[in-house]
């Protein structure tokens, strides 16, 4: 294969851009292909907005499932465009995470003027499609997971992010789906660590990986990071993305070590707005 360095690297603008079209391809073709009796019972749609699009769970106020990205970057999102998008969740559970290279500039100030504060950020990371280390020894099996690890995937996926169990169909639904690669680790028959890799164009994207309390601090993310840029590489891949919460003091984060480590570069911190009652933990 021939060196993806040769070709000439984007700069943070493209590259960038490149990462978010794939986080919003996979999260269009989750919603596309959750259950039909679950999107009626959430009320799941999406919606775009002047190049971005917003993810709607309209009977189901909750954080996870309803957000608005990638706005700003190809026309300067005007106020009455963000009042519309605003309107779109009556609920008030929902965070607006525009990219750092949105515009206009005033946008922030539009997003405090309305009642929005910033909950936290998500830092978003990339790096070469370049040959990955080897993976670290965990004493754990990884396996490619197939539509029957469907249920138990989702169970993990809900017991590590303490989601609602309604969101488990949603997250069984992409396994086995094209461009969707799931691995897990197991110890015996038990799935204990899990992650995606989803392939757009170009881009690799990793995300939705965690590991049950019980067997945390046994390299089972970096051992799945390794298989999935692998796989990511083997599949064509030119670059690989990932997202992660902030590591502070009082939330420390693994994963942003992991990356560290990887090879993997800072692009931005993309902020998530969201209504100040919500930031504040009364809603």
Known sequence: MKSTSSRGAPDNLALGRLCLGAEIASMR??????????????????????????FIASRFPHATVNRVTGFGLDLPLDEATLDRTIA???????????????????LSGWLVA??????????????????????????LELRRLEPEH?????????????????????????????????????DGDRLVSAGILYVHGEVGRLFTAGTLPTHRGRGAQGALLVR???????????????????????????????LHRLGFRLLHRRPAWMPRELEAGTV
Not at 30 to 54: F, H, I, K, Q
Not at 115 to 134: K, M, N, S, T
Not at 163 to 186: D, I, K, Q, T
Not at 239 to 250: K, M, Y
């Open 29 to 54: 073709e989750r919603t596309a292909g959750a259950p039909a009796a679950l999107v009626a019972e959430l009320g799941l749609r999406c919606e775009p907005v002047d190049g971005g699009t917003a």
């Open 114 to 139: 309305r009642g929005f504060a910033v909950g936290f950020h998500w830092l978003i990371w990339a790096r070469e499609a370049q040959p990955p280390p080897d993976e670290p020894s965990t004493g």
């Open 228 to 258: 999935r840029m692998g796989q990511a590489r083997a599949l064509g891949c030119r670059w690989i993305t990932a997202e992660t919460a902030d590591d502070l003091p009082d939330r420390p984060n693994p994963s942003v070590h992991n």
């Open 150 to 186: 469907a249920a138990e995937f989702a169970a993990l996926v809900c017991a590590v992010y303490a989601n609602p169990v309604r969101l488990a169909p949603l997250h069984a639904a992409g396994v086995g789906r094209p461009r969707w690669h799931h691995w897990g680790a197991f």
């Open 88 to 106: 779109l969740y009556p609920h008030r559970v929902f965070s607006i995470q525009p990219s750092p290279m949105a515009r206009p500039p005033e």
